[in-house]
């Protein structure tokens, strides 16, 4: 049976049910990967840990008329160990048109989507090296970004082309060739867009040069000098407008630059105005200072909802608080505030600055990110509005699988990663039972592992190091499980009973209860029924679990 009787409820309560059946629920079967899957998720292969990647000069034309690209990418790299073999990845309806290497075509074999090249003599480990390849077609593109992935084709309200990127998941090698896998980020990149004069590229990093070419294309040169992970590298093109600002934060005057359509405009500077630096404001007071000075702060409008895409954040929610005009928490805090806003540039600390290896740890983007609106509402209006904000991000919770992916296949968990992840660590806080320290371990995050790519598990060891606690047992329940623990309370001969009914072998999280109208306490029950002599004299009318703040089950006998 579902141990969810109380998760859902708005206020603390407790009613009294029927004896709970302590049963598992059945988790579904596991998927059938292919070796494609393989090769485009593991992260250990000879062929990609062999090299290091260090630079990229992503250079592409595009013909939006056609959508068509033409270009390269310069791979620079260090040598890890000696080889003369490795793979990059690049989609297999894109065509390699060459590879070269010290001014000369090398061969190369394709395999789905990797490509395997093989050099005409050892790299020596430790050596700095470099390849060009050189590409071109038909890009894949995006029946519905963000979600499925691609390049987003469509026009502006002049009819004019409106063209942006959006990959994460299906990998940066959908659109252009690159060693796909975010274990290891590029140091810094040259991005260079060429489009139709009259039309403008805005990508991530800072703008160098813009040049008039001779066959009616300018090329816009961006330069991103901090690490960056693939699916954030982006392309937006369209006939942009631009207006900027400038934010004094934790490390000085950040720059702020929107790139918008021209209808768009007015609307922009209000919007843009009234979310951006409270933003920054919240993200730099939890979790540190915004992590790109270098390369800056940028909104840029998208012809879809949104996408973290760092330093260039694609922007696509109308100009209109709410997601889309809606409260995702149903609460009435989140018409307060624009959504993807807030959001989308929260990834700039999880998900950018700090990035999962492998997309099964999905959760430290998205868990983190999410639960960042919470913190946004609480700085903007309290905590008890940041309280009530993630109380009612619950209702978006399906509880179907386990958070956490399976590895080396480039498979995300459930879409539980947000709500429940969120959910999750706002009981870690309430278990924690100190705000301040609690801000000061979300800022340690940050700055331990400042653009780094990361595992779940250093989270989970560097939470647990740094509070003083133990929580792996609860990362473990919330992560790995579709079940809640749940908390079963029995009243017996007078005396109060309590244990937790969870997947985790002794599951022991401690839990606020009260009897109505005293203070609350924590308990600490075990995966076996004993008396809890805090409660003595409580009934089943008078027992009051927090189930505010937490998030489980509560069943009474």
Not at 267 to 278: E, G, I, L, R, S
Not at 291 to 303: E, I, M, N, R, T
Not at 470 to 483: A, V
Request: aromatic letters at 12%.
């Amino acid at each position: 049976m579902k141990l969810l009787t109380l998760v859902l409820l708005p206020a603390f309560f407790l009613a009294a049910t029927a004896r709970p059946v302590a049963a598992q629920l059945l988790q579904p079967r596991p998927a059938a990967f292919t070796r494609a899957d393989s090769l485009r998720g593991s992260l250990t292969t000879p062929l990609r840990t062999c090299y290091d990647i260090n630079y990229y000069h992503l250079d592409v034309q595009l013909d939006p008329a056609k959508r068509y690209l033409r270009g390269s990418n310069l791979f620079r790299f260090t040598a890890t160990r000696d080889f003369t073999r490795l793979q990059f990845d690049l989609f297999a309806n894109l065509q390699v048109d060459k590879v070269q290497y010290k001014g000369k075509d090398v061969p190369f074999t394709r395999e789905a989507n990797a490509v395997f090249v093989t050099f005409p003599q050892p790299i020596q480990q430790g050596s700095r090296d470099e390849f060009t390849v050189q590409y071109s077609g038909n890009p894949t593109v995006a029946k519905k970004a963000p979600w499925d992935g691609g390049l987003v084709f469509t026009t502006d309200a002049a009819g004019r082309p409106w063209v942006a990127s959006a990959c994460q998941g299906v990998g940066a090698s959908i659109w252009w060739p690159t060693k796909d896998q975010q274990a290891d980020e590029v140091d810094s990149m040259l991005i260079s867009i060429s489009v139709p004069q009259g039309l403008k590229d805005v990508s991530n990093g800072r703008l160098r040069k813009t040049t008039k070419l001779k066959d009616g294309y300018t090329r816009f040169d961006w330069a991103v000098r901090n690490p960056i992970n693939n699916y954030d590298v982006a392309l937006n093109v369209g006939d942009f407008q631009h207006f900027s600002d400038s934010y004094q934060g934790e490390k000085g005057p950040l720059t702020l630059d929107y790139w918008v359509l021209p209808e768009n405009v007015t609307k922009a500077k209000t919007q843009f105005a009234a979310n951006v630096k409270p933003m920054l404001k919240s993200m730099e007071n939890w979790f540190g200072p915004y992590p790109f000075y270098q390369d800056g702060y940028k909104l840029v409008d998208a012809p879809h909802l949104g996408m973290e895409h760092q330093s260039a954040v694609a922007y696509g929610n109308k100009y209109q608080n709410g997601y889309l005009g809606k409260d995702r928490s149903n609460t009435g805090w989140g018409l307060k505030w624009d959504f993807i806003i807030i959001h989308e540039s929260g990834h700039e600390w999880f998900g950018n600055n700090i990035t999962s290896q492998d997309i099964a740890d999905m959760w430290v983007h998205e868990s983190f990110t999410t639960y960042s609106e919470a913190l946004f509402v609480e700085t903007q209006f309290g905590k008890t509005a940041g309280q009530e904000y993630i109380h009612g991000q619950r209702r978006n919770i399906q509880n179907d699988a386990g958070i956490i992916g399976p590895y080396g296949v480039n498979k995300e968990g459930s879409s539980d990663m947000y709500d429940k992840g969120s959910a999750m660590l706002n009981t870690l806080r309430t278990v924690l039972n100190n705000d301040e320290k609690w801000r000061q371990l979300l800022r340690g995050l940050s700055a331990t592992f400042y653009h780094q790519t990361v595992t779940g598990q250093q989270i989970i060891d560097y939470i647990n190091r740094e509070s003083g606690r133990d929580f792996t047992k609860i990362f473990d329940q919330y992560l790995r499980h579709r079940n809640l623990p749940t908390l079963e309370i029995r009243f017996e001969d007078g005396k109060t009973l309590a244990r937790w009914v969870a997947d985790v072998d002794k599951f022991d999280m401690p839990v606020r209860v009260r009897v109505k109208g005293g203070e609350y306490q924590f308990i600490r029950p075990s995966t076996r029924f004993a008396e809890v002599k805090e409660l003595a004299g409580a009934t089943r009318e008078s027992l009051e679990v927090d189930t505010f703040n937490y998030y489980i089950g509560v069943l009474v006998d």
